[in-house]
């Protein structure tokens, strides 16, 4: 028989937010790679450094 891993409600709620912060960082850096695109395509000059923040 196979058996299921049961893990305790706090490992559950650490995953779980470990994968939010997975989802939000990688959405980020989806959003300022797509800024950085469309400021290269108009040619857009920043005076910033860093444009990420």
């Known amino acids: 028989m196979f058996q299921s891993l049961m893990t305790r409600a706090c490992c559950r709620e650490d995953r ?30 920043c005076d910033y450094d860093e444009q990420d923040g």
Request: zero cysteines.
């Open 16 to 45: 779980s937010l470990l994968r939010l912060r997975t989802n939000l960082v990688q959405d980020r850096t989806r959003v300022m790679n797509r800024v950085h695109s469309l400021l290269d395509k108009y040619d857009v000059k």
